[in-house]
T-cell receptor, first 112, second 112 residues
Framework: GENVEQHPSTLSVQEGDSAVIKCTYS??????FPWYKQELGKRPQLIID?????GEKKDQRIAVTLNKTAKHFSLHITETQPEDSAVYFC???????????FGGGTRLMVKP | NAGVTQTPKFRVLKTGQSMTLLCAQD?????MYWYRQDPGMGLRLIHY???????AKGEVPDGYNVSRLKKQNFLLGLESAAPSQTSVYFC???????????FGSGTRLTVV
C-alpha cells in the first residue's frame, strides 16, 4: 500500500519568513495530493490540493509543487503570519475522493 | 448544509462500557471514514465505507465496529472501552473524483 513520509516534524520560523514542508510517497499510481491545516483543538481543513497532471498550484501565500518522477511534493508558505501556526498534514491517494494516506504531520510555529 | 456532523462532542466512559459515535453527512458523499488522533500524532484509519451497506477495516480496527445502514450515516461502536481508546475521533467523508475529505469536528473520548 501507499506510504507517505513528511518532514520536518516541527518547524519554527520568524514572522514574514517562508516555510517549506516536504512529503514523499511510495505508490507511483497516486494522482491526488491534498494538504490539510489543523489548528489546535479543531478539525483538519483542506487548504490546497494538486493533481498529478499539474506541477505547481498557487493560492495567495500558499503553493504546492509536485515532482512525479521523484515522488515528492512540497507545501510552500510565504510571508508567514502567526495565524499560520498549526499542524499541517500532507496526503496522497489514487484519485480525488478516494481513501487518503496521510503523512505524520508538521507542527509549524510562527514567532511574532 | 451542515457538512459532516459528529455526536457526541465529548464523552467520558468507564473501562468496559460501550458506546456508539454517530457521523452524519448531508453532501451525498459515497465514502466515509473513521480516524483516531492521539496527542502529538497523526491520523490513523480505523474503518471506512465505500457505500451504503459496505464497511472495511483500516489500520487500527481492533476493539471497534462500524455500520453504514444509510448512505448519510456512519456509526462507530466501542464494544468494551479500554483506556487505550482514549483519543479524539474524527469522521470524514468524500465524493468520488471530487476532491479531498470533509472532516467532522471530532469527538473527544476519555476512558477511565
Amino acid at each position: 500500500g501507499e506510504n507517505v513520509e513528511q518532514h520536518p516534524s516541527t518547524l519554527s520560523v520568524q514572522e514574514g519568513d517562508s516555510a517549506v514542508i516536504k512529503c514523499t510517497y511510495s505508490d507511483s499510481a497516486s494522482n491526488y495530493f491534498p494538504w490539510y491545516k489543523q489548528e489546535l483543538g479543531k478539525r483538519p481543513q483542506l487548504i490546497i490540493d494538486i493533481r498529478s497532471n499539474v506541477g505547481e498550484k498557487k493560492d495567495q501565500r500558499i503553493a504546492v509543487t509536485l515532482n512525479k518522477t521523484a515522488k515528492h511534493f512540497s507545501l510552500h508558505i510565504t510571508e508567514t503570519q502567526p495565524e499560520d501556526s498549526a499542524v499541517y498534514f500532507c496526503a496522497a491517494s489514487l484519485d480525488a475522493g478516494n481513501m487518503l494516506t496521510f503523512g505524520g504531520g508538521t507542527r509549524l510555529m510562527v514567532k511574532p | 448544509n451542515a457538512g459532516v456532523t459528529q455526536t457526541p462532542k465529548f464523552r467520558v466512559l468507564k473501562t468496559g462500557q460501550s458506546m456508539t459515535l454517530l457521523c452524519a453527512q448531508d453532501m451525498n458523499h459515497e465514502y466515509m471514514y473513521w480516524y483516531r488522533q492521539d496527542p502529538g500524532m497523526g491520523l490513523r484509519l480505523i474503518h471506512y465505507s465505500v457505500g451504503e451497506g459496505t464497511t472495511a477495516k483500516g489500520e487500527v480496527p481492533d476493539g471497534y465496529n462500524v455500520s453504514r445502514l444509510k448512505k448519510q450515516n456512519f456509526l462507530l461502536g466501542l464494544e468494551s472501552a479500554a483506556p487505550s481508546q482514549t483519543s479524539v475521533y474524527f469522521c470524514a467523508s468524500s465524493y468520488i473524483r471530487a476532491g479531498g475529505y470533509t472532516f467532522g469536528s471530532g469527538t473527544r473520548l476519555t476512558v477511565v
